[in-house]
């Protein structure tokens, strides 16, 4: 029971913390609100990890994919390689939708497993990963995220960066758009930089 009533708590915060992370264009309040995560028996300060996975649960909501992108009626969000979230990605999106789409969370071994995916979060570790599954991605409408330092230079979508300690992100607006994805401006705003760069990581 109480491991429910922590999933349930925490999925409530994440769509709240979220939600009021894009009104008031303050991510700090990210951790503001997590705090209460506390009582539902949680650390009383989100790690990283946690942020991060609500964030990339969060991201479906405002990121729109070109017609007939899939052909299953699931939103999956796809962890390629080694995963670092404890379980706090399965939380998140335990039983949610997006859009009226169930969400699930899938476990790839490498970048041949990315059909399907609408959501791929990569390691920073996974030096080799990240390049093998930019390279697949380009031919597919997925939104790439990672904490691989220069991942936005490499042809990344969105990379997690650290601020004052605080999780932010940043887009590179060339890559979404090369994907045909689109990002709501109110997602934009929450970014701390946004940039358009080539395919040789060059600014245009």
């Given amino acids: 029971m109480d491991q429910v ?6 999925r409530r915060l994440t769509s709240a913390v979220f939600l009021r992370c894009l009104a008031v264009v303050l991510c700090p309040a990210l951790f503001t609100l997590f705090a209460a995560l506390a009582a539902s028996g949680q650390s009383p300060r989100p790690t990283d990890l ?4 609500a964030y990339l ?6 990121v729109r994919w070109p017609e007939g992108s899939f052909a299953e009626p699931v939103f999956t969000v796809c962890v390629l ?4 979230f404890e379980g706090a990605l399965d939380q998140v999106t335990n039983g949610q939708t997006i859009n009226g789409v169930p969400v699930k969370v899938a476990r790839i071994a490498s970048s041949g497993g990315i059909n399907g995916c609408r959501v791929l979060f990569i390691k920073g570790t996974e030096g080799n990963l990240v390049r093998s599954a930019l390279v697949a991605a380009r031919k597919t409408s997925v939104l790439t ?3 691989a330092p220069e991942f936005l230079r490499q042809g990344g979508m969105i990379q997690f960066v650290l601020v004052q300690d605080h999780v ?4 590179n607006l060339n890559a979404v758009r090369e994907g045909g994805l689109q990002l709501s401006a109110e997602l934009l705003k929450v970014a701390t ?12």
């Fill in 81 to 84: 390689g080694g995963d670092p």
């Fill in 145 to 147: 995220v990672s904490d």
């Fill in 193 to 204: 930089k946004v940039v358009a760069l080539n395919s040789s990581g060059v600014p245009q």
């Fill in 168 to 171: 932010r992100f940043e887009v």
């Fill in 57 to 62: 649960y969060n991201f479906g909501k405002f």
């Fill in 50 to 53: 946690q942020v991060k996975a």
């Fill in 5 to 10: 009533r922590s999933r349930q708590s925490l």
